[in-house]
């Protein structure tokens, strides 16, 4: 059964990741805010989640608080994508597994992923 990979993420890389996961015959679903992030993160309990940082609204940071606040949740695993290479300290202290530098190459982004899957 193929994983489930939830991306996080105001912009069109958002579409672009979905539609490369699904290319590589992962479930991609695209939240387009943390709020829905956090809704669709309970719906479909994926295998990985990826973020931005920097969202409209609740932050990247905030997404992942209420993440890892709610138990059938609380221990997916994150990847934080970011232009912002400063935050990636931060990031990692509060849980997340991995950042991505934006821009990433999509080799970059599917090798996250299937480290994560395959640990």
Same mark, same amino acid.
């Given at each position: 059964?193929?994983?489930?990979? $939830?991306?996080?993420?105001?912009?069109?890389?958002?579409?672009?990741?979905? %539609?490369?996961?699904?290319? %590589?015959?992962?479930?991609?679903?695209?939240?387009?805010?943390? $709020? %829905?992030?956090?809704? $669709?993160?309970?719906? &479909?309990?994926?295998?990985?989640?990826?973020?931005?940082?920097? !969202?409209?609204?609740?932050?990247?940071?905030?997404? !992942?608080?209420?993440?890892?606040?709610?138990?059938?949740?609380? &221990?997916?695993?994150?990847?934080? !994508?970011?232009?912002?290479?400063?935050?990636?300290? *931060?990031?990692? %202290? !509060?849980?997340?597994?991995?950042?991505?530098? *934006?821009?990433?190459?999509?080799?970059?982004? $599917?090798?996250?992923?299937?480290?994560?899957?395959?640990?």
């Amino acid at each position: 059964m193929p994983s489930t990979i $939830l991306i996080v993420e105001d912009s069109d890389l958002g579409e672009q990741l979905v %539609e490369i996961l699904e290319l %590589e015959g992962f479930i991609g679903i695209r939240a387009v805010n943390a $709020l %829905e992030g956090v809704r $669709l993160a309970q719906e &479909h309990q994926p295998a990985v989640i990826l973020t931005d940082l920097m !969202m409209p609204g609740v932050d990247g940071f905030e997404f !992942m608080s209420r993440v890892q606040a709610i138990p059938a949740i609380a &221990h997916t695993p994150i990847i934080v !994508m970011s232009a912002a290479v400063d935050r990636r300290a *931060k990031a990692l %202290e !509060m849980g997340a597994v991995g950042f991505l530098s *934006k821009p990433f190459l999509n080799a970059e982004f $599917l090798a996250a992923i299937r480290q994560l899957l395959s640990s």
